[in-house]
Nanobody, 113 residues
């Protein structure tokens, strides 16, 4: 059984920055494609960014140039650095192992003045 625990969500002003973390249990973290998703009220959950077991990363068009996904395989931890935050980035952010049933519990990010 794999557990994913997100942290780092907060209330931040527009233009601010946050770094989300996702700590994963298990010793084979390094082989997973990991991803961040988000879900805003009344909207479907959407992919924000993904990181393959290699060095490949993908991003939603809405966050390209502002968000950076990274991972530390030694620490079994996935990160999402979010810069130049906008009110439309407000959502619950989830960590996910792609092509699996494993999701974290989510962490709330609110961008508001």
């Amino acid at each position: 059984q794999v557990q994913l625990v997100e942290s780092g969500g907060d209330l931040v002003q527009p233009g601010g920055s946050l770094r989300l973390s996702c700590a994963a249990s298990g010793s084979i973290f390094r082989i997973y494609t990991m991803a961040w998703y988000r879900q805003a009220p009344g909207k479907q959950r959407e992919l924000v960014a993904a990181s393959t077991s290699g060095t490949r990363t993908t991003y939603a068009d809405s966050v390209k140039g502002r968000f950076t996904i990274s991972r530390d395989n030694a620490k079994n931890t996935l990160y999402l650095q979010m810069n130049s935050l906008k009110p439309e980035d407000t959502a619950v952010y989830y960590c996910h192992i792609e092509r699996s049933e494993f999701w974290g519990q989510g962490t709330q990010v609110t961008v508001s003045s």
